[in-house]
């Protein structure tokens, strides 16, 4: 029997866990009731091609300084001539940065490295035939994708968080920054996921307005310099087409915000990620003219990367974005929150299991698969092991990912 000071000392993890499901079930349950009754049907598969949209040029003269605001809120060393430099001597900042050092230090022995270690071995032929990553459901989580695959070419992630703005110096002068920062980090940091909710509730009391400040800080604390960012929407056509800030901050029902940043890695390689604010349910893909899904196609073959995506695609009013990841995707990885087994026909998929596969947390309970415990448990075809914890079943050994592979590769 456990004793009490034990018992007091899980607690707190307790709650967080619960806590934790609440709000993404909010989350999910938001982008339910903008959806259409269940009796939806799944649409087919679109093959339609549109023409690839024309990149972006990657310097402008409002973000020459823009790695220094990432750095700032990342709590590493600003640019020598950056006008940030009186602020990040002060205590404050100077007391921030050796906590977060302390942190990402911690994370990346604890988590980082082990995921390295792991995609270096089972990922590497998917590294190298995934030149573009798709992360639906994501919300600003650059960190993971990277993590998992660090030389892509462009990443594309989309949210139901507000895109947001480069913060604004009387921003970076809030006391209350870091703290919110701290708050904000804690549950990524320490399980992997966002509590994205609570995120956009520390965030906002900074006037810290979407997903942009925290894809800077991940692109700053995974060793990329950030070279420039480009406010873009999604027009009918599915066309790339710069924006500006009065769009980003009041995007009208049928608009798709995003953002673009330029970045390098420690290599020296350019990279570009997208993040759009768009809900992806069959209905308001229809308000919107699907366009975000036709502006993904026209990327070309796909490596669809999905977690903690509070079980969205099982369900059939998420039909299209599913019926994209499966004619599209030439690699899905993804835990058991992402598309539900019975989507992946045998014929069109080759199937390779990691770690252990549990029934889900008890807020989403419904959604346990047996065909996923019976692939779990045969005794012919074992899965292979997964040495980090991912998900909403964060621990080491109660975690799984499924990476599936298209029999017949989609071609351009």
């Not at 459901?137 to 892509?152: I, R, Y």
């Given at each position: 029997?456990?004793?009490f000071?034990?018992?007091?000392?899980?607690?707190?993890?307790?709650?967080l866990?619960?806590?934790t499901?609440?709000?993404?079930?909010?989350s999910?349950?938001t982008?339910?009731?903008?959806s259409?009754?269940?009796?939806?049907?799944?649409?087919?598969?679109?093959?339609t091609q549109?023409?690839?949209?024309?990149?972006?040029?990657?310097?402008?003269?409002?973000?020459?300084?823009?790695h220094?605001?990432?750095?700032?809120?990342?709590?590493?060393?600003?640019?020598?001539?950056?006008?940030?430099?009186t602020?990040?001597?002060?205590?404050?900042?100077?007391?921030?940065?050796?906590?977060?050092?302390?942190s990402?230090?911690?994370?990346h022995?604890t988590?980082?490295?082990?995921?390295?270690?792991?995609?270096?071995?089972?990922?590497?032929?998917?590294?190298?035939?995934?030149?573009?990553i798709?992360?639906?459901?994501?919300?600003?989580d650059?960190?993971?994708?990277?993590?998992?695959?660090?030389?892509s070419q462009?990443?594309?992630?989309?949210?139901?968080?507000?895109?947001?703005?480069?913060?604004?110096?009387s921003?970076?002068?809030?006391p209350?920054?870091?703290?919110?920062i701290?708050?904000s980090?804690?549950?990524?940091l320490?399980f992997?996921?966002?509590r994205?909710?609570?995120?956009?509730?520390?965030l906002?009391s900074?006037?810290?307005?979407?997903?942009?400040?925290?894809?800077l800080?991940?692109?700053?604390?995974t060793?990329?310099q950030v070279t420039?960012?480009?406010?873009?929407?999604?027009?009918?056509?599915?066309?790339?087409?710069e924006?500006?800030?009065?769009?980003?901050?009041?995007?009208g029902?049928?608009?798709?915000?995003?953002?673009?940043?330029?970045?390098?890695?420690?290599?020296?390689k350019?990279?570009h990620?997208?993040?759009?604010?768009?809900?992806?349910s069959?209905?308001k893909?229809?308000?919107?003219?699907?366009a975000?899904?036709?502006?993904?196609?026209?990327?070309?073959?796909?490596?669809?990367?999905?977690?903690?995506?509070?079980?969205l695609?099982h369900?059939?009013y998420?039909?299209?974005?599913?019926?994209?990841?499966?004619?599209?995707?030439?690699y899905?990885?993804?835990?058991d929150?992402?598309?539900a087994m019975?989507?992946?026909?045998?014929?069109?998929?080759?199937?390779?299991y990691?770690?252990?596969?549990k029934?889900?947390?008890?807020?989403?309970?419904?959604?346990?698969?047996?065909?996923?415990?019976?692939?779990?448990?045969?005794?012919?075809?074992?899965?292979?092991?997964?040495?980090f914890?991912t998900?909403?079943?964060?621990?080491?050994?109660?975690?799984?990912?499924?990476?599936?592979?298209?029999?017949?590769?989609?071609?351009?």
């Amino acid at each position: 029997m456990l004793r009490f000071s034990s018992f007091r000392s899980w607690l707190p993890l307790f709650l967080l866990i619960c806590a934790t499901a609440c709000s993404e079930q909010k989350s999910s349950a938001t982008a339910e009731t903008q959806s259409p009754p269940p009796t939806a049907t799944p649409a087919p598969a679109d093959t339609t091609q549109t023409t690839p949209p024309t990149p972006l040029p990657t310097s402008a003269p409002d973000t020459l300084a823009i790695h220094d605001v990432a750095a700032y809120l990342a709590g590493q060393p600003v640019s020598t001539n950056s006008d940030l430099r009186t602020l990040a001597a002060q205590p404050a900042w100077q007391a921030f940065a050796a906590d977060e050092d302390k942190s990402w230090t911690n994370y990346h022995e604890t988590r980082t490295t082990r995921i390295q270690q792991w995609a270096a071995t089972q990922l590497d032929s998917v590294r190298q035939q995934s030149p573009t990553i798709f992360y639906p459901f994501s919300g600003p989580d650059l960190l993971n994708v990277v993590t998992m695959f660090p030389a892509s070419q462009t990443y594309v992630l989309i949210g139901l968080e507000p895109v947001g703005t480069v913060p604004r110096r009387s921003t970076l002068e809030n006391p209350q920054l870091f703290p919110a920062i701290k708050a904000s980090l804690w549950s990524v940091l320490n399980f992997s996921f966002f509590r994205t909710n609570d995120m956009a509730i520390n965030l906002k009391s900074v006037e810290l307005d979407g997903a942009l400040p925290l894809l800077l800080l991940f692109a700053t604390r995974t060793g990329h310099q950030v070279t420039a960012v480009r406010y873009v929407q999604l027009d009918a056509q599915s066309q790339l087409i710069e924006a500006d800030t009065a769009l980003i901050h009041h995007p009208g029902p049928k608009t798709i915000p995003g953002v673009e940043l330029a970045m390098r890695n420690a290599q020296g390689k350019e990279q570009h990620v997208l993040y759009f604010s768009a809900d992806l349910s069959d209905w308001k893909l229809g308000t919107t003219k699907e366009a975000i899904l036709q502006y993904v196609r026209a990327l070309g073959p796909l490596t669809t990367y999905v977690k903690s995506a509070t079980y969205l695609m099982h369900k059939p009013y998420f039909s299209k974005v599913r019926n994209l990841i499966l004619s599209r995707s030439n690699y899905v990885l993804q835990d058991d929150s992402g598309i539900a087994m019975k989507y992946f026909k045998p014929a069109d998929w080759d199937l390779t299991y990691y770690g252990v596969y549990k029934r889900p947390i008890n807020l989403f309970a419904k959604h346990y698969q047996p065909e996923l415990t019976a692939a779990y448990t045969d005794s012919v075809n074992r899965p292979r092991p997964l040495p980090f914890g991912t998900g909403y079943n964060w621990r080491q050994n109660d975690s799984n990912l499924l990476l599936a592979h298209r029999t017949v590769s989609v071609q351009e």
